[in-house]
């Protein structure tokens, strides 16, 4: 069955360091892959996706993920970390055979940023 | 443009009872899917509607149901309320339901069962 894993349920950084979410699929056919971002009482937010084409994928506010097939992962990172990061992030993969209402996401990582 | 909205935001029930949340897409969306978020399950796809069809349900019980109308707006509906059911249900909208659509999604419903 098709599944996500984001590894550390909490991730703490500090203002200016490297932020690195993980996130780890398994898909029986190409993934189409997306990391969400949701800050407290409010909806979820597209930061990126990957449907085709360039496995690097830039997405909004200085994020960035990379495809790899081969080791089944879709980490997200972000070279400075800033106070306005800190929110839960998802990863998610289409369901084979969806559509894009149709996502299966991870349980989420919160990332904390400090000072 | 309009962002997707989703009324009420806060809801407050009791067992046993039924609730209907609504959903306004994005205009032009044809696209629309729920989705239920708790801490213990996290997002979990309740149904998919395009163009007032269903095109997909989760794995939810019956007491879980939707529509979508012309105008593309949604209902979703729950009958007699479980505590369980307390969550917050999001809604997304998309032009179409193609893969490489984005999704938006509304600020969500938060419901709590008494």
């Known amino acids: 069955a098709q599944s996500v894993t984001q590894l550390g349920s909490h991730v703490s950084v500090s203002e200016g360091a490297l932020v690195l979410l993980r996130c780890n699929y398994s898909?029986?056919?190409?993934?189409?892959l997306f990391w969400y971002v949701q800050y407290p009482n409010q909806g979820l937010q597209l930061l990126l996706k990957?449907?085709?084409?360039?496995?690097l994928v830039k997405g909004i506010n200085g994020f960035e993920a990379e495809f790899k097939k081969s080791e089944t992962s879709f980490h997200l990172t972000k070279p400075s970390a800033h106070m306005s990061d800190a929110a839960e992030y998802f990863c998610?993969?289409?369901?084979?055979?969806?559509?894009?209402?149709?996502?299966?996401f991870g349980k989420g990582t919160k990332l904390s940023v400090k000072p | 443009k309009a962002g997707v909205t989703q009324t009420p935001r806060y809801l407050i029930k009791t067992r046993g009872q039924q609730v209907t949340l609504s959903c306004s897409p994005i205009?032009?969306?044809?696209?629309v899917s729920w989705y239920q978020q708790t801490p213990g399950q996290g997002l979990q796809f309740l149904f998919e509607y395009f163009s007032e069809t269903q095109r997909n349900k989760g794995n939810f019980p019956g007491r879980f149901s939707g529509r979508q109308f012309s105008n593309s707006r949604s209902e979703m509906n729950v009958s007699t309320l479980e505590l369980g059911d307390s969550a917050l249900y999001l809604c997304a909208s998309s032009f179409t339901a193609g893969g490489s659509d984005t999704q938006y999604f509304g600020p969500g419903t938060r419901l709590t069962v008494l």
């Open positions: 990957y449907t085709t084409g360039a496995t």
């Open positions: 998610a993969v289409i369901r084979d055979g969806g559509s894009q209402g149709n996502l299966i």
């Open positions: 898909s029986s056919v190409p993934p189409y």
């Open positions: 205009s032009g969306h044809r696209s």
